[in-house]
């Protein structure tokens, strides 16, 4: 049978959570900020074009670039509604920063996006005292009318940093101090950037953060760290490849965004982690990857979601040939992604020829050596491309993903390295 070997030394790009993050706080705060390696993505030109037409001047989107703010309150209303494209993200924080404004902002997106929930935000960004109009109640397109927001302390049913993010930006744009409690810890991309533009931004626990406004916000000097979540296809990659070694530098190494990485480990995969220093307030370091170990099922659930819930997906894929059965669950949150990323998964699995089946909230499914032939059906969603573009790429599996050009959402250049890493087949 062919044998996949792997070598070498990767870069991936920039993390998109803190890319989103670094145009926005960088738009918001007073002075020239500037900013390197940001994620050039579909869903990163979303808010870059959103802030545009806020009147923001963003320049083009390159390997370094400056930004010049315009303060926490010195948005001006777009003429034109704000096209989110396929971004949940975009959509959520604006959401934020726009209910402290004086004017009213509509929100519109792609099918995809406007099929996901934006009650989550609408209820506490209404509470401080701004007016949110839902379709359906529930769905874009979405107007936020701004106001002179109040304080909130609010508890999320659900972990999730959207949410967080959206109510801490709504906070620090109104002047008000915010708190945000959730049932389990989530990606603190924008605590921490917060911090390091001079908020105080403090933490009780693992999971309730506090949020005491500054007057203004220092500009920012940033450098990109990779994104872990497209460092986890190249990983999985190498965990499922046959021979050798690769590894993935210059990766954001944060503990809310590393739970691949630690159940990748849990499955009998070699990893090592080498931590570098701190970059813009986030640890970074490489990821070492070596092949030829034999993966086994594992149990994923609880606290452990929140940081690898982008994963899950490709997670699933690995466990397709990993042995025994590997079960998901408390991940919910994945049936309100770009696709329901659940019955997605698992319908493809099966069609693959892959013994899986649907929870409520997770899924299972057993591991096997066959080979794998079919088509994986995407509905547009760049994970579930990339992780039946990995499973693919395995010696003895034919598996044609039906829309491979989704991936450029989060991962331009995803489909090149793939080719390149498996190069090697003999």
Do not use: Y
Request: contains cysteine; hydrophobic residues 45%; glycine residues 10%.
């Amino acid at each position: 049978m062919a044998a996949l070997t792997v070598g070498g030394t990767v870069r991936v790009p920039g993390d998109k959570s803190i890319s989103h993050r670094a145009l926005m706080l960088g738009a918001l705060a007073t002075g020239r900020s500037r900013v390197r390696g940001i994620l050039e993505s579909a869903d990163v030109h979303s808010t870059a074009a959103v802030l545009r037409a806020l009147g923001v001047a963003v320049p083009s989107l390159g390997a370094a670039f400056e930004l010049e703010g315009r303060g926490l309150r010195g948005l001006r209303a777009s003429a034109e509604p704000l096209d989110c494209g396929n971004s949940g993200t975009t959509t959520r924080l604006m959401a934020g920063v726009c209910a402290g404004q004086t004017f009213a902002s509509r929100f519109v997106g792609d099918a995809s996006l406007s099929r996901r929930p934006m009650r989550r935000i609408a209820r506490p960004l209404e509470l401080m005292g701004a007016r949110v109009e839902l379709t359906d109640g529930e769905r874009l397109p979405m107007t936020v009318h701004g106001a002179a927001l109040r304080p909130i302390t609010w508890e999320s049913e659900k972990s999730s940093a959207q949410v967080k993010s959206a109510i801490l930006l709504a906070g620090l744009v109104a002047g008000v101090p915010v708190t945000v409690g959730e049932p389990e810890r989530s990606r603190d991309h924008s605590e921490r950037m917060l911090r390091a533009l001079g908020a105080v931004v403090t933490v009780d626990g693992d999971n309730r953060v506090r949020l005491e406004p500054p007057a203004s916000l220092h500009a920012l000097d940033v450098a990109v760290p990779g994104d872990p979540s497209s460092a986890a296809f190249v990983a999985a990659l190498a965990a499922l490849a046959d021979r050798g070694a690769l590894t993935i530098d210059g990766v954001c190494l944060n503990p809310t965004r590393t739970g691949f990485f630690d159940a990748l480990r849990a499955m009998g995969a070699d990893i090592h982690v080498d931590a570098a220093g701190d970059q813009g307030g986030e640890p970074v370091g490489a990821i070492t990857v070596r092949a030829g170990s034999s993966l086994r099922a594992t149990r994923v659930e609880g606290a452990q979601v929140p940081s690898m819930i982008d994963e899950l997906p490709l997670l699933a894929c690995v466990a397709a040939r990993a042995e025994g059965t590997t079960e998901i669950r408390g991940a919910s949150e994945l049936r309100v992604k770009e696709s329901d990323r659940i019955a997605a998964v698992v319908a493809n699995l099966v069609a693959l020829g892959v013994e899986a089946s649907e929870l409520p909230d997770g899924m299972l499914v057993t591991g096997s050596d066959r080979a794998l032939r079919g088509r994986a059906i995407t509905h547009g969603d760049h994970r579930l491309a990339m992780a039946f573009g990995v499973l693919g790429a395995l010696p003895g599996n034919e598996i044609e993903v039906d829309d491979p050009d989704c991936a450029i959402v989060s991962f331009p250049g995803f489909w090149r390295l793939l080719d390149s890493l498996t190069a090697r087949v003999d």
